[in-house]
């Protein structure tokens, strides 16, 4: 058992003895070994084998060209952005030189009075509090939603019911617009009475008339960016690693612990960058604001009275009235939007790439 087989006839010159589990090989290598070799020649480095250089790339190909027309792409919605930014900056300055208010801190908006005064606060105040209303309003609802279907409902239902959330964002915004102010207003009016009945000592949950205000504006807004924050959600919590998970529940907990550990500190990129994009929806809604909200130019904190006004519904509405000031004027007020949800989109952009297998997963 412990012999050495016989080595083969080229063995002699410096050959490592093999023992007898491995006979078989070592007499296949020793009939490759008196195989003859035929002499190398230069022709054999052209190919892959043998140590030799890799095959020159063509000049064109598809690989090229799609890299090309990526390229372009890109560089034309950078150029079309920039051509925007100029477009809105060359409308609104003569409109901004003839006013004669503060832009940035005045709270009405009469363009068309010779001389012009217009101001951006009260209206930049009441985008931003309608927005964050309504994520305030439906961030817990879509993580809710988006954790249900994505560990807690079956597959085949989890499918169904994400298709039907997903359909919501395929809804025009008119016809929010028209149930919020048709359908919903008398239920937010009766909710706005009870609010200021028991927590009126709260500023935000002031005295009447109740009817079209922020909050309902802002109700409206949260059903809209409730299918962006849930859909994107979902898709975050798939991706977490099995093995995060099985850990999780390996070590005693319970799903909601395991949630709590594992899937929602994985997904947080993620979440963040969802909230923001529906932030960026919420920022730039037109119509559905313009029939919700009052219509009013002034700074309050009070969100169930009748009022409130934002960027987009305010150029909604006077559009049609304005004149050449009046228009620069509301170019000037669009530019101030652009601005921010600019802003706010290349934040959720840059929270997306801050970590790289959540951009992977999602490409």
């Known amino acids: 058992m412990g012999e050495t087989p016989p080595r083969s006839a080229h063995a002699g010159t410096g050959g490592h003895p093999v023992t007898l589990g491995h006979e078989r090989s070592a007499g296949a290598s020793a009939r490759v070994a008196e195989a003859p070799v035929s002499p190398r020649t230069p022709d054999d480095d052209r190919g892959l084998g043998g140590g030799g250089g890799l095959p020159r790339a063509r000049a064109f190909g598809a690989e090229r060209a799609f890299r090309g027309v990526t390229l372009a792409a890109g560089v034309a919605v950078l150029v079309i952005i920039a051509a925007i930014a100029v477009f809105l900056i060359a409308k609104a300055v003569p409109a901004l030189r003839a006013n004669s208010a503060n ?3 005045f709270e009405g908006w009469f363009p068309n009075d010779d001389p012009p005064t217009f101001g951006i606060g009260a209206l930049a105040f009441g985008t931003v509090l309608t927005a964050l209303l309504a994520l305030l309003v439906a961030v817990p609802v879509a993580l809710g939603i988006a954790l249900y279907l ?6 085949r239902l989890g499918t169904a019911l994400g298709f039907v959330i997903d359909l919501l964002a395929a809804v025009p915004s008119v016809v929010f617009g028209l149930w919020g102010r048709d359908y919903l ?14 927590f009126g000592w709260i500023p935000i949950f002031g005295d009447g ?3 079209n205000s922020i909050l309902l504006g802002s109700l409206v807004l949260a059903i809209m960016v409730l299918p962006i924050i849930t859909s994107l959600s979902r898709e975050v919590f798939l991706q977490t690693p099995t093995a995060n ?9 319970t799903r909601w612990e395991m949630l709590r550990t594992a899937v929602l500190p994985y997904g947080r990129p993620g979440i963040i960058a969802a909230v923001m994009l529906g932030l960026g929806r919420a920022l730039g809604e037109t119509i559905a604001l313009a029939l919700t909200l009052g219509s009013t130019y002034a700074i309050s904190f009070n969100i169930l009275a009748n009022g409130g006004n934002s960027i987009a519904a305010n ?10 000031t009046g228009r620069g004027a509301l170019i000037a007020s669009g530019l101030v939007l652009f601005a921010i949800t600019l802003v706010v989109n290349i934040t959720a952009r840059a929270i997306i790439y801050r970590r790289r297998e959540f951009t992977e997963s999602a490409a």
């Open 209 to 211: 008339p109740y009817g």
């Open 150 to 155: 994505s560990h807690y409902a079956p597959r």
């Open 185 to 198: 207003v008398g239920p937010v009016a009766d909710l706005s009475a009870w609010l200021n009945r028991y």
């Open 245 to 253: 998970e099985e850990a999780a529940l390996a070590l005693g907990a």
């Open 103 to 105: 832009f940035w801190t």
């Open 315 to 324: 150029i909604a509405n006077r559009f049609a009235e304005a004149n050449e």
